[in-house]
């Protein structure tokens, strides 16, 4: 039997701003979600028959007050974390809720509020980390044991984590500093147009590469995303809404997703590897099944939203979604060409084909990894929809996510405009 359909008819977002910024999470998140109802007519007290919310560091039960300001329906609400891949993994639940039939319209909302380092209560109340088995195959590998200087433990081992996939990447495929930083300048320079970035700022080569500003590894400050406050909603239907609702053009299909958590590949120390410590094993796996399942390829994509926390992960991700051979990354990264859109925005394209990250990624909006999974699907939805002015990639057909979380989850999401399929 085939799976029921599922679409996005409604998106929202607030401005990523700094962590420790001074709205509450309650302000934050009313806004995403009245943007989002409001973008389709709807009504959060008349339409919205049970709601997902994505947060890391707020208590039990935040979900609830956020909702509760939009009206008290009774209707389910499911809190859900998975470190920075919460907001999609919020979108993958409010789909599996549909899919049921037992509703057709969720509601999927992250946010967060955080601080400079990320927060480890557990460690700092003396007890087990979440993430003891990658700290462990992170020194097993042969990571520095040496403290990163002004980080808890948490921040300073991510920071290990993608340093050191970077350096192993040069070292087994000669991929070059050069190669991720022109994807911070790609970054950075895209985010000029995107209103909802904390940082709508270009850097040039040089400012970005600034050897003073090294953090570990290859990697300088400005090829890491900062952390940050913000909130994402997007409202998940059925065809059955839509039709109902006559929403067809404001629909964006999400034609095949797919969750892959840790495998026995993450921690194989026969086949060292600190890229699948971070999670490049999961999304090829993950991007593999969507290829499978749709009948489609990378060549059949146009435009792609991918987790940069660091700007090596945007080069691991061309190579683990199928963009381009192991080992090309830096090749497909440094060989791109600037584009004018119709908008007079300019996007950088690589392989003659794609757009990676025309909202900046989260090296410039930031990350408040409650919500980012969900503002890369708002970035993508108006793209497909035509609606994103000078970020806009032309003829957007075909849009691909990528979000990942150490811990760890790995997310990808393929979308389409939504097209009225004939019966038999």
Not at 56 to 65: A, I, L, M, S, V
Not at 82 to 89: D, G, I, Q, V, W
Request: proline content about 4%; charged content about 20%.
């Amino acid at each position: 039997m085939e799976a029921r359909r599922t679409f996005i008819v409604g998106v929202g977002l607030t401005k990523f701003d700094r962590a420790g910024s001074k709205r509450d999470y309650p302000e934050m998140t009313k806004e995403a979600m009245h943007m989002a109802l409001d973008s389709a007519s709807l009504s959060y007290m008349r339409d919205v028959k049970a709601a997902v919310v994505g947060y890391c560091y707020g208590e039990p039960t935040c979900g609830q007050r956020a909702l509760y300001q939009m009206g008290l329906t009774g209707i389910p609400v499911f809190n859900t974390n998975n470190n920075c891949s919460t907001a999609s993994s919020a979108l993958f639940l409010a789909r599996t809720l549909i899919q049921s039939g037992q509703y057709d319209c969720v509601l999927a909302l992250g946010f967060e509020k955080m601080q400079k380092n990320l927060s480890q209560i557990y460690t700092d109340n003396g007890w087990s980390t979440p993430l003891r088995l990658h700290y462990d195959h992170l020194d097993a590998l042969g990571s520095s044991p040496s403290p990163l200087p002004n980080m808890n433990e948490f921040t300073g081992n991510i920071l290990k984590m993608f340093g050191d996939a970077a350096t192993e990447h040069q070292h087994l495929h000669g991929s070059t500093d050069v190669d991720i930083q022109t994807i911070a300048y790609k970054n950075h320079r895209h985010s000029i147009n995107n209103p909802y970035a904390r940082s709508q700022k270009e850097y040039s080569m040089e400012e970005i590469a600034n050897p003073a500003s090294r953090i570990y590894g290859p990697l300088t400050q400005l090829q890491c995303c900062p952390t940050g406050d913000g909130a994402a909603c997007a409202i998940v239907c059925s065809e059955n809404f839509i039709l109902k609702n006559q929403l067809e053009n404001l629909a964006v299909e999400i034609l095949a997703q797919e969750m892959v958590t840790d495998t026995a590949d993450t921690f194989n120390l026969k086949n060292k590897s600190y890229r699948n410590l971070c999670g490049t094993n999961l999304a090829k796996i993950a991007a593999d099944r969507i290829y499978a399942s749709t009948h489609l390829s990378p060549k059949d994509v146009d435009v792609l939203e991918v987790h940069d926390c660091f700007s090596i992960n945007e080069l691991l991700m061309y190579e683990a979604l199928g963009l381009c051979r192991e080992g090309d990354g830096g090749k497909l990264a440094s060989n791109g060409e600037w584009v004018t859109n119709g908008e007079g925005g300019s996007l950088y394209r690589i392989g003659n084909r794609w757009v990676v990250n025309p909202s900046g990624g989260l090296e410039s909006k930031g990350h408040p990894i409650g919500a980012t999974g969900l503002a890369q699907c708002a970035e993508l939805y108006w793209q497909l929809l035509g609606m994103a002015k000078k970020r806009q990639v032309p003829n957007a057909k075909i849009a691909l996510q990528h979000n990942f979380g150490i811990g760890s989850a790995a997310v990808v999401t393929m979308y389409q405009r939504y097209t009225q399929r004939s019966k038999l």
